[in-house]
């Protein structure tokens, strides 16, 4: 560049810089001082909800979402409504009915919170320590506000309320970063149905395929799970619909009515490979699956299960 055009660059606007909340929790997942504290935690949750029904019911399996973002709604909205009532006279019994049934509803909320965060990659996990901390002091200022109305200090009460909000927004707003900007408890395997067209597609010999062992075959540039049991070929979209792990290289099991599944190496979500179904979590949706054919020249086929 010569001199003089770096004369006009010199004298364009200076770029403003502003602090935003997307920056700061941009940089929390690159934080990694929290490591240590997540490797502490983590492990006792681990060690605290080993897999099986109680987690599987945490995590929203018997539903088939995530359990945890509709039960913040509870105390978010029993809060917020509380705060709105402190600054109406007379309704000091009201708002503080609304702590706590708050408070109630924070439990369930942070043990479902607790059992996803604790199978979350290590980025989302360092944003999800931070948003409990704001939650967790959110319910720490609401349990002092609710004491302080119930002892006739209804002033005090409402300051704990409103510094109880803050809080909870500060923690709200790390846990939508964690929803939609990280998108965990979002849906991550391939959307089949919309990617692959209608109809029976080749895929590969059935000659091509070990017995009894997963393989990845690609159908255009979908990934596919493949596993074939004698001349049974059971076909399923790879990327796992929990944070999308290579299902190829999971562990092939049987679950308790006998049917084959397939164990996936991250985080343990279990699926049977006939239909995708989700027997353990922390997947809550279904994989999607293909149903196979074996043409007379030994070819497999699939086309998206209905
Ligand atoms: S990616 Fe987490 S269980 Fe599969």
């Known amino acids: 560049m010569n001199r003089r055009a770096s004369s006009i660059f010199r004298r364009g606007p200076r770029p403003q810089v502003r602090p935003h909340p997307l920056d700061m929790a941009e940089g929390l997942e690159q934080a990694g001082v929290l490591d240590r504290a997540i490797r502490v935690i983590s492990g006792g949750v681990q060690r605290a909800l080993p897999p099986g029904p109680v987690k599987d019911a945490l995590h929203g399996v018997p539903v088939g979402h995530p359990a945890h973002p509709p039960l913040t709604d509870l105390p978010m909205g029993c809060w917020m409504s509380s705060a709105v009532l402190d600054l109406i006279p007379g309704t000091e019994r009201a708002s503080s009915a609304l702590v706590a049934a708050g408070l109630a509803g924070a439990v369930p909320t942070a043990l479902t919170g607790l059992a996803d965060w604790s199978a979350l990659h290590r980025e ?115 990327r796992c619909s929990h944070l999308a792990g290579p299902l190829h290289q999971g562990r092939i099991t049987v679950d308790d009515d006998g049917d084959t599944c397939v164990v996936c190496p991250w985080h343990g979500s279990t699926f049977r490979v006939a239909d995708g179904s989700v027997v353990h979590g922390p997947a809550t949706g279904r994989q999607p699956a293909f149903e196979t054919r074996v043409s007379d020249e030994g070819t497999v086929q699939v086309r998206p299960l209905s």
């Open 124 to 238: 989302q996990q360092r944003v999800g320590l931070v948003h409990a901390m704001g939650t967790a002091t959110a319910s720490v200022l609401y349990g002092a506000s609710l004491v302080a109305r119930l002892r006739g200090r209804y002033g005090a009460g409402r300051a704990l309320g409103f510094a109880g909000l803050g809080a909870l927004l500060a923690g709200g707003y790390l846990g939508g970063h964690l929803a939609f900007r990280q998108a965990a408890g979002a849906n991550h395997a391939d959307q089949v149905s919309h990617l692959v067209p209608l109809g029976w597609h080749d895929l590969c010999p059935i000659a091509d395929l070990p017995d009894g062992w997963p393989v990845r075959r690609t159908l255009g540039y979908i990934s596919l799970f493949v596993l074939r049991e004698d001349d049974d070929v059971h076909v399923l979209a790879d």
